[in-house]
Antibody
Framework: QVQLQESGPGLVKPSETLSLTCTVS????????WSWIRQPPGKGLEWIGN???????NYNPSLKGRVTISVDMSKNQFSLNLSSVTAADTAFYYC??????????????WGQGTSVTVSS | DIQVTQSPSSLSASIGDTVTITCRAS??????LHWYQQKPGKAPHLLIY???SLQSGVPSRFSGSGFTTEFTLTISSLQPEDFATYYC?????????FGQGTKLEIK
C-alpha cells in the first residue's frame, strides 16, 4: 500500500530554513499532487501548499512567500523548505497525497508526521 | 481566502448517541468539502470526500451531506473509537483551508 514518510531535522534555529522531505513508497509520485500540512502544538491543521508531480505549486499566502515545495521524481520524494523561521513555525508537519478527479483534491494518504521545534 | 467555520468546537456525547457537526464556508465550495478524523498523537485520516462520499474502509455510521456553503458530518451509534477531533477542509479554491476542528469527547 502507499506510504509516506517525513524526514528532516527536529530542531531549527530562528531565522534559518526548515527543510523536510517526504518519501513516497508503494506508488509513483508521477501524475499526482502532493501536499504539506502543519499543526502547531494543541492547535488545528494548517494547509501549507501542494505540488504537482511536474513541478507546479500552490502555496498558502499566510506564509508570506517563505515556502517552497519541490519534487524529486528520481527519488520519488517531495520536499518542503520554509525560510526565516520563528517560534510560530514550531509544529507537527505532515505530508499527504492529494487525489483529484472524483476526490476533488481530498488527501487520502498521510505520513505519520514529524515534529519541528524552532529554538536557539 | 475562503473561511471555514465548524460548530460546535467541542461536543460531549455517550456511546450509542448520534451526533452532528456542521461546517460553513464563507462562499460556495460546491461539493469540494472533505472530513478528516484525528486521534491524539496520530495523523488525520480521510473519512468523507466531496461532502458525502464515504472513504474506503470507513464505517457506514459516518455520513456527510451538504452543498455550496453548508455541510454536516453525522456519526450514528457512537463507538468508543469515534472519540476524536474532526476537521473539515475545502479544496474549491486555494488556499485549501481547514475548519478549526471539533473535539468529540465521551460524556
Amino acid at each position: 500500500q502507499v506510504q509516506l514518510q517525513e524526514s528532516g531535522p527536529g530542531l531549527v534555529k530562528p531565522s534559518e530554513t526548515l527543510s523536510l522531505t517526504c518519501t513516497v513508497s508503494g506508488a509513483s509520485i508521477s501524475g499526482l499532487y502532493w501536499s504539506w500540512i502543519r499543526q502547531p502544538p494543541g492547535k488545528g491543521l494548517e494547509w501549507i501548499g501542494n505540488v504537482y508531480y511536474s513541478g507546479g505549486t500552490n502555496y498558502n499566502p499566510s506564509l508570506k512567500g517563505r515556502v517552497t515545495i519541490s519534487v524529486d521524481m528520481s527519488k520519488n520524494q517531495f520536499s518542503l523548505n520554509l525560510s526565516s523561521v520563528t517560534a510560530a513555525d514550531t509544529a507537527f508537519y505532515y505530508c499527504a497525497r492529494v487525489v483529484v478527479g472524483s476526490y476533488c483534491y481530498a488527501m487520502d494518504v498521510w505520513g505519520q508526521g514529524t515534529s519541528v521545534t524552532v529554538s536557539s | 481566502d475562503i473561511q471555514v467555520t465548524q460548530s460546535p468546537s467541542s461536543l460531549s456525547a455517550s456511546i450509542g448517541d448520534t451526533v452532528t457537526i456542521t461546517c460553513r464556508a464563507s462562499q460556495t465550495v460546491n461539493r469540494y468539502l472533505h472530513w478528516y478524523q484525528q486521534k491524539p498523537g496520530k495523523a488525520p485520516h480521510l473519512l468523507i470526500y466531496t461532502a458525502s462520499s464515504l472513504q474506503s474502509g470507513v464505517p457506514s455510521r459516518f455520513s456527510g451531506s451538504g452543498f455550496t456553503t453548508e455541510f454536516t458530518l453525522t456519526i450514528s451509534s457512537l463507538q468508543p473509537e469515534d472519540f476524536a477531533t474532526y476537521y473539515c477542509q475545502q479544496t474549491y479554491i486555494h488556499p485549501h483551508t481547514f475548519g478549526q476542528g471539533t473535539k468529540l469527547e465521551i460524556k
